[in-house]
């Protein structure tokens, strides 16, 4: 009988590490989030409160009045995107000889391209910058746009190499046979065939994009080159005394929308990671 | 004849196709990251420092003083702590998660959505979060704490405690991709092979390290070098959350680096731990995926 | 096998065309680079030259955005952007070394000793004498203060038009509550004694706040070391082997100790402090006159709060205030020396610099600290003006951040090891002060 309840308990146990990663995760976005529309006053309440008292959407306002802030959304939206339209694509074809060419130095080669993945990306910035300010980049969009595409590439072409690979050559032989040119067959059968994993890619090259700070801080000097995280940085120098709940909000702003289009793929990019196609 | 040249040119052809192919990849990666590597690994050289007009070629005197730095000593102190603490930390919480979120049936798919999302973070909005819960006065765990009539702990004043708080926050940034990766390790896995050691009587921790463990080995690996990567070079993070303090006790090498770099404007100084985060780096790397065999 | 190699390069090309449609958004600021190589440095003749400006904070811009100056001065062209002050001299160092630095820039006051000595910046002795000569009216308005900030050496090297000494301000509601002299504490010890009666009065938990992170600059610190009768070498290092090195250690223990400053001041960064005195949690701190609006808007000015000078320490008399400044500086390879005295001049004139201390930071503008409109905007600047006119700018050596570094290691060591022997720390940290000063 107690066997049977212990036995019985330790099936279930798995349940406990769930709880504890659904904790885990959402507290500290659970208790930004309701802050985000307290009062300045509320915020040191004790005990505290998780519903705010009033729904007071100000501290947004204050968010979205904010000089250049539209711009400051538009310059992390349009960053991301070139970006990762530009690294997908370049993972594409380098992903696809490296799964089905076999060439000189490939295994070589492959481990090359991850070598700058390894780098923390605060060091490169005074090389880089270097390099940036001598061909007269500094303070331009472009800066921004190749060093994230540098940084997306590795990652994305190790994981799309890695799910070509898994694709049956046989569907290309076909198509080959039925007389497909090779671009045909990679646009038509690749691309379509790897969507899950292409999608992932673009999911991870647009967080990384997204995200990216200390680029944006040493490559950009102008007001209206910044980006959400950066001016989430400069947000607590600016204000001259500590405002938790706008602060807060405009955290909640920065992350919004990619959790948003996270959202509507999550299923495939959970799929596309667990598949196996992050080696 | 005319054939057989055709079938020459075809050929070469066929030999030079890949090399396109990974071209634009590799200009975009080689041409920055790769130049800022070798840039930076020069000007390590060079005592470059933008407070002094002049420069001059020094060999391996930064590299020379920073060793008998009582700083740079702190600081890689600091590092390997927060390094090691992450990971295990981070091993073991994304080992728990990875194989519940396995067993889990219902809600199996939120939850695995759910797990991912602080991957999609930003390092200072986690960071914010985190100074938030955790600050003295407005911090969720203190006024718990002091609801439930204990003492509150000064968690961001306290060099240890603020080291934890930053491990801590580290580990709630890093720990999702590692989860989803050691699951896909555990999916993997033929799940008639659970069901023949479930009938020969195999217990649950049986399963575990002789079945489960050995199998998901290269992702273990994976995972770990994805761990220590982004715990080594932690930046984003640190910096809002303790700026490396108090008295330097979250001061890890990145934040280090950026100190000399940006505050101090010793360009080559900063170069130089570059150099040495990367040795760092490359050495974990090698030792993991020679301990976890990762041949594929 | 044709198709391959086109498809290629079409996806190459797409890359590329990507990429410089990227480029097309561009900044226009890098397009301007070309006006300012073609023109010539004199501003007599008519042709049209560009003035670019960096401001340290959006706040500084003049609220016209230069639309007067640009009526009065056809053939100069100002454009600025905001880079903030923390990155502003390292940005400034990193693109005239790519030949793309702005004309004029602004950066906190530290910074002007080492960009002088390398010869980053313009000296403008000939044409501020120029100027005193030709419009003696506008320049006499400006304080000593204005040009002694940025000098090196004796000679100025652009223009101080804000700055700010440190003051102090309390809760002199609390002060009358517990039976004291509301003008507030005289003394450094008169603070620990007074903290005490009002901790025990249950009217604040942790009386003092100050700034003691290791992210924010020890400015707070410094000011405070002033007033303790704190000195500096010739070359601007602070002394800490010295009486006021080892009170101000000891007092911070003192502080810290008995729990009259919050135990997580540690990790504070200004808007902490200020967050505490604001929100009614503590009942002094040491601050500057651009906060004092902020704090009128929770608490009453005169029945809740005073400004006062810092307190001294016990056996001095008085002291000078330290104050701090955000100076434009010019660039040495600025081509239109000219046109950015006239830029300075328009900055610096009563007019405008009025707007900018009416609503943010106090000027060197003499005729605008004693006008009406600005003693109506600031009621409490009454009480300090006299310390204001004759404070003296903070020192600060030509490896500053340096000094700092070990500046913020002392704080954070005297906030932390209570029981350190002060001779010791301050013995071990001069040391350190001396490497970098020899």
């Not at chain 2, 090691?84 to 889990?104: N, Q």
């Not at chain 3, 050496?153 to 003051?167: K, M, Q, S, T, V």
Request: hydrophobic residues 45%.
């Amino acid at each position: 009988m107690l066997a049977k309840i212990k036995w019985k308990l330790s099936e279930k146990m798995y349940i406990i590490p769930l709880i504890v990663l659904v904790i885990w995760t959402v507290t500290p976005m659970i208790w930004a989030f309701s802050a985000s529309f307290k009062t300045k006053v509320e915020v040191y309440e004790t005990p505290p409160t998780i519903i705010p008292n009033l729904m007071n959407f100000s501290n947004y306002m204050t968010v979205f009045n904010y000089d250049h802030f539209w711009r400051y959304l538009f310059n992390s939206t349009f960053l991301a995107i070139t970006s990762t339209i530009i690294a997908v694509v370049a993972s594409i074809l380098a992903g696809y000889a490296f799964a089905r060419y076999a060439f000189k130095c490939r295994h070589l080669l492959l481990m090359l391209i991850l070598i700058p993945r390894i780098l923390p990306r605060a060091s490169l910035i005074v090389p880089l910058f270097a390099g940036i300010s001598m061909v007269g980049l500094a303070d331009t969009y472009l800066s921004l746009v190749i060093t994230y595409t540098a940084t997306a590439i590795p990652m994305a072409t190790w994981i799309l190499a890695g799910f070509f690979k898994v694709i049956p050559k046989s569907l290309e032989e076909a198509a080959a046979i039925d007389g497909a040119k090779s671009w045909q067959i990679m646009w038509y059968v690749i691309v379509p065939m790897s969507l899950p994993a292409i999608l992932t890619v673009s999911i991870f090259s647009l967080r990384e994009a997204w995200n990216e700070f200390p680029f944006a801080l040493a490559f950009t000097q102008s007001q209206e080159m910044r980006t959400l995280p950066y001016q989430l940085f400069m947000l607590r120098d600016s204000m001259g005394m500590q405002d938790w709940p706008v602060v807060l909000a405009f955290t909640i702003v920065s992350i919004l929308p990619l959790l948003i289009l996270y959202l509507i793929f999550e299923k495939r990019v959970v799929n596309g990671i667990t598949s196996g196609a992050v080696k | 004849m005319d054939a057989a040249i055709n079938l020459k040119k075809q050929k070469r052809r066929k030999l030079l196709t890949p090399y396109l192919l990974i071209l634009p990849g590799f200009l975009f990666v080689f041409g920055v990251l790769g130049y800022a590597v070798l840039y930076g690994t020069l000007l390590s050289l060079f005592d470059m420092d933008l407070m002094k007009a002049e420069t001059g070629f020094v060999f391996l005197d930064n590299y020379i003083y920073l060793f008998q730095n009582a700083a740079f000593l702190n600081s890689l102190v600091r590092s390997l702590i927060f390094v090691f603490g992450s990971v295990s930390l981070g091993l073991v919480l994304s080992l728990f998660f990875a194989l519940s979120l396995y067993r889990a049936t219902r809600f199996g798919n939120f939850l695995k959505g759910l797990a991912l999302v602080p991957y999609l973070v930003s390092g200072i909005a986690t960071a914010v979060m985190f100074r938030f819960l955790f600050s003295g006065d407005v911090g969720l765990i203190n006024q718990v704490l002091i609801t439930l009539n204990l003492d509150a702990v000064n968690f961001l004043a306290h060099p240890n405690w603020a080291l934890f708080v930053a491990v801590l926050t580290n580990t709630w940034f890093i720990v999702p991709f590692a989860t989803l990766i050691l699951l896909s390790g555990i999916q993997s896995i033929d799940p008639e092979l659970f069901d023949s050691a479930t009938v020969d009587g195999a217990s649950k921790s049986k399963v575990l390290t002789k079945i489960i463990l050995p199998l998901i080995s290269p992702m273990m690996g994976i995972s770990l070098v994805w761990l220590s990567f982004a715990s080594f070079n932690m930046f984003d993070v640190i910096l809002p959350l303790t700026g490396g303090g108090p008295n330097r006790a979250t001061e890890v090498l990145a934040v280090y680096m950026y100190n000399v770099a940006f505050d101090e404007l010793k360009y080559s100084l900063g170069s130089a731990v570059m150099v040495i985060i990367l040795i760092f780096n490359v050495a974990t790397s090698a030792l993991y995926l020679k301990i976890f065999n990762t041949d594929d | 096998m044709k198709k391959k190699w086109t498809i290629v390069l079409l996806m190459t090309l797409l890359a590329v065309i990507m990429v410089a449609c990227s480029g097309g958004d561009v900044d226009t600021t890098n397009d301007n680079e070309g006006d300012n190589n073609g023109s010539d440095s004199s501003v007599t003749n008519d042709e049209e030259v560009t003035v670019q400006v960096w401001f340290g904070r959006e706040d500084f811009i003049p609220d016209d955005a230069f639309e007067t100056f640009h009526e009065e001065n056809p053939n100069i062209n100002v454009e600025y952007d905001v880079v903030p002050l923390e990155q502003a001299d390292a940005d400034f160092l990193r693109n005239k070394n790519a030949g793309n630095a702005p004309d004029i820039f602004q950066v906190f006051h530290e910074s002007t000793q080492n960009l002088a000595a390398q010869g980053a910046v313009l000296n403008m002795s000939e044409y501020y004498d120029k100027w005193a000569e030709e419009d003696p009216d506008s320049y006499n308005k400006l304080l000593d203060q204005a040009f002694d900030i940025v000098s090196y050496e004796g000679d100025p090297y652009g223009l101080a038009i804000h700055f700010g000494p440190y003051f102090h301000v309390h809760r002199n509601d609390w002060y009358e509550e517990v039976g004291l002299d509301p003008a507030g504490p005289e003394t450094w010890d008169d603070v620990i004694e007074h903290s005490r009666m009002i901790k025990d009065a249950g009217l604040s938990d942790y009386p003092y706040a100050t700034v003691g992170g290791s992210n924010a600059p020890p400015l707070w610190f410094s000011s405070m070391f002033v007033s303790m009768g704190g000195e500096y070498t010739d070359s601007n290092a602070p002394i800490i082997d010295s009486e006021a090195g080892r009170y101000i250690f000891e007092w911070h223990q003192t502080m810290m100790k008995e729990e009259l400053m919050n135990p997580e001041t540690i990790a504070w960064e200004s808007g902490e402090m200020r967050g505490g005195f604001i929100s009614g949690n503590v009942a002094y701190m040491p601050e500057a006159l651009n906060i004092y609006p902020i704090i009128q808007e929770e608490l009453n000015y005169e029945e809740q709060w005073l400004p006062t000078y810092q307190p001294v320490r016990s056996g001095m008399n008085d002291y000078t205030p330290a104050s701090f400044s955000w100076p434009m500086l010019v660039n040495s390879d600025t081509e239109h020396p000219e046109a950015v005295t006239e830029v300075l001049k328009y900055l610096s004139s009563e007019d405008i610099s009025k707007q900018v201390a009416l609503r943010y930071q106090p000027t060197t503008n003499e005729a605008v600290l004693l006008s009406d409109e600005f003693a109506e905007a600031h009621p409490w600047f009454e009480r300090v003006k006299e310390g204001f006119l004759n404070s003296e700018i903070l020192p600060s050596h030509v490896r500053q951040p340096e000094i700092y570094t070990i500046l913020n290691d002392f704080k954070q060591e005297a906030l932390t090891d209570l029981e350190a022997d002060p001779e010791e720390v301050t013995k071990r940290y001069q040391e350190l002060i001396d490497e970098i000063d020899e």
